[in-house]
């Protein structure tokens, strides 16, 4: 019974060396390594104010509210480069190198159309031309994400800068 309890000993001896030794090993300073988190899809909640100027034919937009969450929008709400009647507007989401990460097209949202029929059953079509209005807007983004660009494009093509900042996410 003493030589098993000799050879337990040593062996347990043997562990406790070896633990001790792993522990008295340098440890690499925080400071010298780079954590790569991971980037989760999240939806940037957004709402716009545009403002026209009728009388100086300016337009104008700015951020009135964000609020970033995680989560992942569905296909459908993505940029889809379809013609667009009339002027249309384009936001979008650019990383540090000016690159999209995620934009949207719709229609200018400073013109309405309102169809109705009247009290003779005949289909009648109204075009109201606002002078400000708020665009509340869902995009995709990631931590990448650091500026936004709003842009109006005319029938032919023409693209016209209405925004560009910094957003703090």
Not at 6 to 31: D, G
Not at 41 to 55: C, N, S
Not at 126 to 139: A, D, N, Q, S, Y
Request: with cysteine; glycine share 2%.
């Amino acid at each position: 019974m003493n030589k098993s309890l000799l050879k337990y000993t040593a062996i347990l001896l043997t562990v406790i060396s070896l633990c001790a030794n792993a522990c008295q090993r340098k440890a690499v300073p925080a400071a010298n390594i780079e954590l790569q988190l991971p980037s989760f899809p999240q939806i940037l909640y957004l709402t716009l104010e545009a403002k026209r100027d009728t009388v100086q034919g300016t337009t104008t937009a700015t951020i009135i509210q964000q609020q970033v969450s995680n989560g992942q929008l569905k296909e459908a709400t993505v940029l889809k480069k379809d013609k667009l009647d009339g002027v249309s507007w384009e936001v979008h989401l650019l990383d540090a190198k000016k690159k999209t990460v995620s934009a949207v097209r719709f229609t200018d949202p400073l013109v309405q159309v309102h169809e109705y029929t009247n009290d003779k059953g005949e289909f009648i079509k109204t075009t109201i031309k606002l002078t400000r209005v708020e665009i509340p807007l869902r995009m995709s983004c990631n931590n990448s994400v650091k500026n936004i660009q709003v842009k109006e494009i005319s029938d032919s093509n023409k693209e016209k800068l209405i925004l560009f900042s910094n957003l703090n996410l």
